[in-house]
């Protein structure tokens, strides 16, 4: 089935790094990956559509400058979270799906990243 | 843009009952329907779905039923078991905006033995 890689799975830095989180579909090609922001006991939220070759399609609210996309390949999306501070601390979760498989699709989910910015 | 509600947000049923969550969707353009289970920490892992074209959908103690008319999707699953314990999540999605997928805020499922 479609696998989804994501790393890192944890991340503790200082207040003011910036942090890259990377999402891979392993075995199929995906021109647009979903990235979302969970906090604790919370649903998920879509922050972004990253579009391989192209700008993210950011949500409302989102700050496209502070958590930077870049979907350089078919197989890879970067979300960098930009001089993070402690309000950044979430769990950021990526999904994508088997666009070779016709209609809609479920999304395949990475294990996530657990963000904590002290 | 496409709007989930789910309810309720906590349920806490007897090991063995049925358990009903549901959710209601706004746009009508939305033509697929995942159901997600999320484990602490883990994560969420599609159940199962129904598409538009199918008003009810059934895997073993899982059911899925669609109203389309109203918007409205509920899961359903039987004769529950304590390993069902998990926030569940509705999910709404269209063939357009590169099929991206809308959450429901979740319910916390307890099973209790």
């Known amino acids: 089935g479609a696998v989804v890689s994501q790393h890192p799975s944890w991340v503790i830095c200082k207040s003011g790094t910036s942090v890259k989180i990377e999402c891979r579909s392993l075995?199929?090609?995906?021109?647009?990956m979903f990235w979302y922001r969970q906090f604790p006991k919370q649903s998920l939220m879509l922050m972004a559509t990253s579009n391989e070759g192209s700008k993210a399609t950011y949500e409302q609210g989102v700050e496209k400058d502070k958590f930077l996309i870049n979907h350089a390949s078919l197989t890879l999306s970067t979300l960098t979270v930009t001089s993070a501070h402690p309000e950044d601390s979430s769990f950021y979760i990526c999904?994508?799906?088997?666009?070779?498989?016709?209609?809609?699709?479920?999304?395949?989910f990475g294990d996530g990243t657990r963000l904590s910015i002290l | 843009g496409e709007n989930v509600e789910q309810h309720p947000s906590t349920l806490s049923v007897q090991e063995g009952d049925s358990a009903v969550i549901k959710c209601t969707y706004s746009?009508?353009?939305?033509?697929?329907f995942p159901w997600y289970k999320q484990e602490l920490g883990k994560r969420p892992q599609l159940i199962i779905d129904i598409r538009s074209n199918v008003g009810e959908k059934k895997d073993q103690r899982i059911a899925v039923t669609l109203n389309k008319t109203a918007k409205h999707f509920s899961l359903h699953i039987t004769e529950t078991q304590p390993e069902d314990s998990a926030v569940y999540f509705c999910a709404a999605s269209m063939g357009t905006g590169g099929f991206k997928t809308i959450f429901g805020a979740g319910t916390r499922l307890f099973v209790k033995a």
């Open positions: 075995d199929f090609q995906a021109t647009t």
């Open positions: 999904s994508a799906r088997d666009e070779l498989r016709q209609g809609n699709q479920p999304q395949h």
């Open positions: 746009d009508s353009a939305s033509n697929y």
